[in-house]
């Protein structure tokens, strides 16, 4: 197991948030993608995520005939059941202090504010990978679901190329990459940041952030959207008449957004789930701006050809 020799604790998150600065790279051999452990490979953290108790014994995944991986239902589900919550994998909420010790001045406007929620997903990408290394990626249950991401969705190779919007994610990466503060580059190559905008463009949901007022209280309250990568969720497809809603918002300072998918209709068991990327929390399971989707998502609608399913 690697083992973080110097640990440099960050003023951030009341201290929890620690960043090996001096062993730099070395020391996240664990998870670093040339270990060829962070890509592809499943964790033993998607394991425990899909024992028992996981999604909430209303549906499993399984092969989907969209392709790839989908959920099911087991059992027969009515309108407006429950059917699991889950905490974030990771989300974009990250307080000023947390960017702050991520990134060197001056951000870039809508950074802070949470309007560029990629920055703060990024910073909180780094203090967990950072964590996770300095534990020897023997990480507390908490925080194990973070080594699920590396379970998350990617698209296949193109013919003969990369997969697609891989190099705009490479050139995100390598401008996040070059805008971190020396320790924070040390813990995160700019390959692994490209890899997590990928999966964040093809895996990421949006959740619901209210913030309490600032210390000039100047407002009670903003809203805004963030973003949130939830490991049980992520395998549920897209269709333009979904027949489940999911509902995410980002509660308390210092715990990840929690999200809860529900049943829009009845759904027999066996049924593939399915939620609408676009509009996911129309309860109606009413399609928007469906011809959207596609290039968006790199995906297939189901309802094409068959436009008539969706109104
Ligand atoms: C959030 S993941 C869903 C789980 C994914 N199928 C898997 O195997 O991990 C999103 C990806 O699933 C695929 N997908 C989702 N909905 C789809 C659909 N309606 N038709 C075809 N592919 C779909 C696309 O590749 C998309 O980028």
Not at 103 to 120: R, Y
Not at 223 to 228: I, Y
């Amino acid at each position: 197991m690697p083992t973080c020799g110097r640990v440099r604790t960050l003023c951030c998150g009341g201290g929890q948030a620690v960043l090996c600065a001096a062993a730099g790279a070395s020391c996240l051999a664990g998870t670093h993608p040339r270990s060829g452990s962070w890509r592809g490979s499943s964790s033993a953290c998607s394991q425990q995520l899909r024992s028992s108790g996981a999604f909430g014994g209303s549906c499993v995944p399984g092969p989907s005939r969209l392709g790839g991986r989908g959920l099911f239902a087991v059992r027969q589900l009515s309108p407006g059941q429950r059917l699991f919550s889950e905490q974030a994998v990771l989300d974009s909420v990250a307080s000023d202090e947390v960017l702050r010790a991520v990134f060197s001045e001056p951000l870039p406007p809508g950074a802070v504010s949470g309007s560029e929620p990629i920055w703060g997903l990024a910073a909180n990408f780094v203090l967990a990978l950072s964590a996770s290394a300095a534990a020897g990626d023997q990480v507390p249950s908490e925080s194990c679901s973070f080594g699920a991401l590396r379970d998350f969705h990617r698209p296949p190779q193109e013919h003969g190329g990369e997969a697609p919007g891989l190099a705009l994610c490479r050139a995100h990466g390598q401008h996040l990459h070059d805008a971190m503060l020396p320790a924070a580059r040390a813990a995160v190559t700019a390959e692994v940041l490209a890899d997590l905008l990928h999966v964040t463009r093809l895996n990421a949901h949006n959740v619901r952030v209210v913030r309490q007022a600032d210390s000039t209280g100047e407002s009670a309250q903003t809203r805004e959207m963030g973003l949130g990568l939830f490991f049980q969720l992520h395998l549920a497809n897209h269709s333009c008449v979904p027949n489940a809603y999911f509902s995410a918002r980002h509660g308390a300072e210092g715990h990840m957004s929690v999200m809860t998918l529900f049943a829009i209709r009845p759904v027999a068991e066996g049924e593939e789930v399915h939620i609408s990327y676009i509009g996911a929390q129309d309860r109606t399971g009413r399609a928007g701006a469906r011809p959207a989707i596609a290039p968006g998502f790199s995906l297939l609608c189901p309802c094409v050809p068959a436009f008539s399913c969706c109104p």
